[in-house]
C-alpha cells in the first residue's frame, strides 16, 4: 500500500453505531483498492463539526443531530469550500430537496447498502483526485506545474501543440497522444484529432462544435457525437 490520498475524511453522526460502520466501510474500500486509508476524523454533533479547523475533503453528514441539523451544517461548510464532497447519510427521504440545493454529492439512506457505498466512495476519491491532481507543462521556456481542473483544452495547430488554461495558454513540447496518457480519462474528452476537452469547463455543445469556459471553442466530430453525450451526462452526474 505505498500509494495514499493526501486527504482527510469527517464523518459527523450522534449514532455511535453509525459512526464505527463509515468507518469500518472507508477503511475497508482504500484496503480493497490497495490505497493507504487517509485521515478519518469523528464529529457527533454539527457544533464541533463547525469548530473544527482540520481540512474536509470528503464529509459523511446526518441530517437529523441534537442541535444544529445536518442541512444548515453543510450550507455553511458548502460556502467555505465549494470543493467539499458532501455525502449526506440519513433514514429521512424527506430532506432530499434540502440538501441538494448545496450541491450534495451524493444522499446515501439507512440502514447502509455496502456495495452502493463502496460504488460512490470510488466516484469521491476519483473526483478528488481529478480536482487535486497536478499536470507539468513543458514548453521550451520552462516548466509550468498546474492543476489538471486549470486545463480547459488541448490543441493540435498544425505541428504545434497549445494547451489552453485558465491561466494563459502554453505551447507544449509534447504531443497530442502524451496529454491522452497523462490527462484523467475520466474528464477529459477527444473531441477531434485535434482537440481533447475538460468536461469541467464545457458550457455548451451541439453536433459540431463544443463551447468552453473563456469563449474557447472545440470541434466535436460527428462520428462522436453520441460518445461524447454519453461521457459528458456520466461526468456530470459523477460531480452532482
Not at 464505527?20 to 490505497?35: G, T
Not at 478519518?40 to 482540520?54: M, P, R, V
Request: aromatic share 12%; glycine share 4%; hydrophobic share 40%.
Amino acid at each position: 500500500m505505498g500509494e495514499i490520498y493526501d486527504m482527510r475524511i469527517v464523518i459527523c453522526d450522534d449514532d455511535s453505531l453509525m459512526l464505527e460502520q463509515l468507518q469500518d466501510y472507508i477503511k475497508e474500500f482504500f484496503e480493497n483498492i490497495h490505497v493507504e486509508c487517509p485521515e478519518i476524523a469523528c464529529f457527533t454533533d454539527g457544533e464541533s463539526l463547525l469548530e473544527d479547523n482540520g481540512e474536509k475533503d470528503i464529509l459523511m453528514l446526518d441530517i437529523e443531530m441534537p442541535g444544529l441539523d445536518g442541512i444548515y451544517v453543510g450550507k455553511e461548510l458548502k460556502r467555505k469550500n465549494e470543493n467539499l464532497i458532501i455525502f449526506i447519510v440519513t433514514s429521512y427521504p424527506e430532506y432530499l430537496d434540502d440538501a441538494m440545493r448545496f450541491s450534495v454529492f451524493r444522499y446515501l439512506s439507512k440502514p447502509l447498502d455496502r456495495q452502493r457505498f463502496f460504488r460512490n466512495m470510488k466516484d469521491s476519491a476519483d473526483l478528488y483526485h481529478t480536482r487535486t491532481v497536478k499536470v507539468a507543462i513543458e514548453t521550451k521556456q520552462g516548466v509550468h506545474t498546474l492543476s489538471a481542473s486549470s486545463v480547459i483544452a488541448v490543441e493540435a495547430q498544425q505541428r504545434k501543440v497549445i494547451v489552453h488554461t485558465l491561466r494563459c495558454d502554453f505551447e507544449s513540447i509534447h504531443n497530442m497522444q502524451y496529454w491522452l496518457n497523462t490527462l484523467p480519462g475520466n474528464c477529459f474528452f477527444q473531441t477531434h484529432r485535434s482537440f481533447m476537452i475538460n468536461f469541467s469547463h464545457v458550457t455548451d455543445f451541439d453536433r459540431t462544435l463544443v463551447h468552453m469556459s473563456g469563449g474557447f471553442s472545440a470541434y466535436l466530430t460527428k462520428r462522436k457525437y453520441h460518445a461524447f453525450k454519453k461521457a459528458y451526462l456520466l461526468y456530470l452526474e459523477s460531480t452532482r
